[in-house]
């Protein structure tokens, strides 16, 4: 088993008064891809917002790198190296694509290894340099996210639905980019509701329902695991 660079231990996450997070635990290994599998509700965006601190963890612990960063900000744990694409891309509209990417740059130790990073995954994106936020579609905003998040130059890297609402064909493309991204040595936890798609990108699969963990092992195995299918599918 690879080293382990991220950890949850036993989180408890409200949002507002409904306590979403129950006891969850979870890991990221160095060098792994991780998928967190769920319906819409059950807890993935809550799980990663505990991960990133844009939620307050009520209970538990959260590590990175054996280093309890439980209490710390997000702005610190991007900096130590943990990068973020949100479910809704959080582009700034009015800000242009290289301005959004500069964002991600200043914060990054290594300037030219950002550069590098974030132009290697999708080269697509030089094409849109000056184009600002708000004209892009949907599938460039999501480009434009993962990169802006790989100009941090990261170790890991959290993707929040990366996959949802793209044709087949942009899905592939996607995928393609997650593999190039662990091939950089960055490890990366992505949380997906189509379980079909997390398996062909995942090395290991966590299966979530109602904030809680109730399978964790080989995509393979989820698939093949008749209750595990159910709940997921609803």
């Not at 966590?206 to 093949?224: C, S, V």
Request: glycine share 10%; with cysteine; proline share 4%.
């Amino acid at each position: 088993m690879n080293g382990s660079l991220l950890d949850l231990e036993g989180i408890h996450t409200y949002r507002g008064a409904a306590h979403v997070l129950r006891a969850l635990s979870l890991r990221v290994g160095e060098g792994e891809t991780v998928c967190l599998v769920g319906r819409n509700g059950a807890g993935k965006t809550t799980t990663l917002e505990s991960a990133m601190g844009l939620l307050p963890v009520r209970a538990g612990t959260v590590r990175f790198r054996s280093r309890d960063i439980t209490r710390q900000p997000p702005h610190e744990r991007a900096k130590l190296g943990i990068g973020y694409a949100p479910e809704d891309c959080g582009i700034f509209p009015d800000l242009t694509v290289d301005e959004n990417l500069q964002i991600g740059r200043w914060l990054a130790e290594d300037k030219g290894a950002a550069e590098d990073r974030s132009q290697a995954i999708f080269p697509e994106i030089e094409q849109l340099t000056t184009r600002r936020g708000l004209n892009l579609s949907g599938g460039q905003k999501k480009m434009l996210a993962i990169a802006r998040a790989m100009a941090l130059a990261p170790s890991v890297l959290l993707l929040d639905e990366p996959f949802e609402g793209l044709a087949p064909l942009v899905v592939t493309r996607f995928i393609e980019a997650a593999r190039r991204i662990k091939a950089m040595g960055v490890s990366l936890l992505i949380a997906e509701s189509n379980v079909t798609n997390a398996a062909r990108v995942a090395d290991r699969l966590y299966a979530i329902d109602r904030g809680e963990i109730l399978f964790e092992g080989d995509p393979q195995a989820a698939l093949d695991n008749t209750e595990v299918m159910r709940i997921l599918r609803g």
